[in-house]
């Protein structure tokens, strides 16, 4: 009887997060629980197209960080979220099954694999695969981005559910953030992307309009700029 | 209670349920515009998504329809533990929920799976193919089918199976002849409803198929990624799918109907 009690009473902070944000956003949050009595904060992770939608059609939540610049701009101009500050960064990485069944050593040899996993294009990791797709085609060839996307198996609607098809072997090869890669290493193998092809993520934080605790938001998105905040995050292969 | 205020509970109930489910549906259709639904029609996840849904919907259909026929016949002719066993065995997929069903088809039939990686060994690989899309429809849609197969071949009266017999036809003959046409309204009724399980598929397919334009992106699967960027495509999407199911739907009946006048 005592706990559900006990987490009414308790002050939710929803915290909407990209999904590739799952692992240190908990450790932090974890933090922030000890730092802040009476506050838990709740997550709602996915990909930040769906984050953005819930948003725009009245979920409430207090915080947003998003995957890329796009989704947090669109709610900006919306009015729904204020004043996005940029905390992280990552790196889009090529992932195989440890054992790297169809070989492959580098974006080159993508199209070795039988079986080919990205994000949908509204998905940031999926945008950025198809930039880095195409200035991959401007160098290796424009035969190069149609011989890839004539093995893309599927278009995952988020970063980890490209990541799990990589880690059950159902997909010879997926592009990922190194984050992704980092929370799964003994599952996968990691291919660095050359960086002259490669983009920048860049995550977003903001606090949204709807929420209900404003200064424990504000909090929140300290903690996460802080020191500690950003050395956490560079534990989890954030930069 | 009186039987006026007993008549006035009920009245109320059917206003409030009928108008909570009818409401939805109306939404779809009031909220767009023309031009909203014109765009929608041609937003390049529809067509694509439609064939696809109509041929995997339509062969896990076949699937269920012959092999469920078969064993919904031979559970209903027998009375015994092993056929009751068979019976909740046919069951098992209504009651668990679909995303539990796409990782479990996924550690069946994925490459590294209980019998997929026998098959990926044969060359022959499942998951994130359009057959894996029929498997999942069939995987949830089958208990429909043979729930109501088994009840309506419950019906058939014993005695015209033995006077088929008795004429001189076969187990197989008087199955056909007799059994089949008598129990047609319910299997066909088992098949609709079967069919718009099938139809509207989404968590088994989205984990065991994948989702990937003209492959394995059935409308549902189509409406929740055009819902990840444009809400108004994917209101048109799952108009244009409303109408789709409605239409099969009043085709079915009607042919439930000729059946049972038949």
Redesign the interface.
């Known amino acids: 009887m005592a706990l559900p009690c006990a987490i009414l009473a308790a002050t939710q902070l929803t915290v909407f997060a990209a999904s590739s944000l799952r692992d240190a956003f908990q450790e932090l949050a974890q933090r922030f629980e000890t730092e802040h009595a009476g506050a838990a904060v709740s997550f709602n992770f996915a990909g930040s197209q769906e984050l953005r939608t819930q948003i725009e059609h009245g979920a409430r939540a207090d915080v947003l960080a998003s995957a890329d610049e796009r989704h947090m701009r669109a709610l900006v101009d919306a009015d729904l979220a204020v004043a996005p500050r940029t905390f992280a960064r990552n790196e889009p990485v090529i992932v195989v099954p440890a054992g790297n069944p169809a070989a492959i050593h580098a974006l080159l040899d993508l199209p070795r694999a039988q079986r080919i996993v990205v994000g949908a294009p509204d998905v940031p990791i999926g945008a950025y695969t198809l930039r880095i797709l195409e200035a991959a085609s401007s160098r290796y060839g424009p035969g190069f981005r149609a011989e890839v996307e004539a093995r893309i198996a599927s278009r995952e609607l988020n970063v980890r559910q490209v990541l799990a098809k990589v880690r059950l072997g159902e997909a010879d090869a997926a592009i990922v953030y190194r984050t992704d890669a980092l929370a799964a290493l003994e599952a996968v193998e990691t291919i660095s992307i050359p960086a002259d092809l490669n983009v920048v993520a860049e995550y977003p934080i903001a606090v949204l309009r709807g929420g209900s605790h404003p200064q424990l938001a504000r909090a929140f998105i300290d903690l996460v700029l802080s020191p500690a905040g950003r050395a956490l995050l560079g534990r989890h292969g954030f930069r | 209670m009186t039987s006026r205020s007993w008549s006035a509970v009920q009245q109320g109930a059917t206003i409030i349920l009928v108008s909570f489910l009818l409401l939805p549906v109306a939404a779809l259709a009031l909220t767009l515009s023309w031009s909203d639904l014109v765009a929608g029609a041609r937003h390049p996840l529809l067509l694509p998504a439609l064939r696809l849904s109509l041929a995997t919907s339509t062969c896990s259909l076949t699937l269920v329809v012959v092999l469920g026929s078969l064993v919904a016949w031979w559970v209903a002719r027998h009375r015994g533990r092993l056929s009751r066993l068979v019976e909740s065995v046919t069951q098992l997929p209504a009651v668990i929920p679909p995303a539990v069903a796409g990782v479990g088809l996924?550690l069946a039939f994925?490459?590294?799976g209980l019998l997929g990686s026998f098959l990926a060994r044969h060359g022959l690989?499942l998951?994130?193919?359009t057959p894996a899309v029929v498997l999942a429809e069939t995987f949830v849609s089958a208990p429909f089918f043979i729930q109501a197969a088994i009840a309506a071949f419950r019906r058939v009266d014993e005695n015209l199976l033995t006077v088929a017999r008795t004429l001189g036809a076969s187990p197989f003959r008087s199955f056909l002849r007799v059994a089949l046409p008598l129990s047609a309204p319910g299997l066909v009724g088992g098949a609709a409803m079967s069919w718009a399980r099938s139809l509207g598929e989404f968590g088994a397919t989205l984990l065991f198929?994948?989702?990937?334009?003209g492959?394995?992106q059935t409308l549902p699967l189509a409406v929740?990624?055009a819902?990840?960027?444009d809400?108004r495509a994917a209101q048109a999407l799952a108009l244009i799918m409303v109408v789709v199911a409605f239409a099969m739907l009043l085709v079915l009946r009607r042919m439930a109907r000729e059946a049972g006048d038949a």
Not at chain 2, 209 to 213: E, F, I, S, V, Y
């Open positions: 996924l994925g490459r590294r690989s998951a994130f193919s198929a994948g989702n990937l334009t492959r394995t929740y990624t819902m990840e960027s809400l």
